[in-house]
């Protein structure tokens, strides 16, 4: 059974910094693609972030380029996102994906965890 669970969300206040980590099992991690992706209240969801299997790509959306960083540690099937300068507008619920293609629609998803940015 694969399982894909997200952590790391939280309070934090305008300009600071939150590392998000997604672990997932029952699966071999190093040959899938992976992202993340947020859904606020009211908003559709957005893909922000995804990397190739081999580190050999990523894709930022505009709105995070130069302030997330996504990385991942297939020793411990785990991807991350690291975030800085956090603003008010990054406040959502983020979850991350399992892909088959670079960039593509899930095969699994996780519940995401919750970022809260205040001013």
């Known amino acids: 059974q694969v399982q894909v669970v997200e952590s790391g969300g939280g309070l934090v206040q305008t300009g600071g910094s939150l590392r998000l980590s997604c672990t997932v099992s029952?699966?071999?991690?190093?040959?899938?693609?992976m992202g993340w992706f947020r859904q606020a209240p009211g908003k559709e969801r957005e893909q922000i972030s995804c990397?190739?299997?081999?580190?050999?790509?990523?894709y930022y959306a505009d709105s995070v380029k130069g302030r997330f960083t996504i990385s991942q540690d297939n020793a411990k099937n785990t991807l991350y996102l690291q975030m800085n300068s956090l603003k008010s507008d990054d406040t959502a619920r983020y979850s991350c994906?399992?892909?088959?293609?670079?960039?593509?629609?899930?095969?699994?998803w996780g519940q995401g965890t919750q970022v809260t940015v205040s001013s």
């Open positions: 029952g699966l071999a991690f190093n040959v899938y693609h």
């Open positions: 990397v190739t299997w081999n580190d050999l790509q990523a």
């Open positions: 994906r399992v892909s088959g293609a670079y960039c593509s629609a899930a095969y699994y």
